[in-house]
């Protein structure tokens, strides 16, 4: 009962599919190492801002509060009505006045 089909047939058909499972593989090969490419960008970069965030953290800036503190206390030696643009003896009477002796000139 044979149909025909000679061995040669058989062994074409044979390396035919082999072929094609050969191509299927080299083709999810492919496809994983894609992946496990990305997968370790993914974590070489992850690791990466973990390591700036550490850095950043060990390099805070402080405020240097001992000069902050010599300023406050300067500040208050001048007085309640001292400011940076007065001084600590205030506004002169005569500054305020407008050049007139009229009742908005003082």
Known sequence: MSFGISA?????IAVGASTAVSLYNGQQQSKAADNASRQAQANADRQAADAEQAMNRANQKKPDTSAILSAAQQSGKQGG??????????????????????????
């Open 8 to 12: 040669a047939v058989w062994g074409a």
């Open 81 to 106: 009505s001292g400011t940076m643009l007065t001084g600590p003896q205030g506004v002169g009477q005569n500054d305020l006045a407008l050049g007139k002796t009229t009742l908005l000139g003082m």
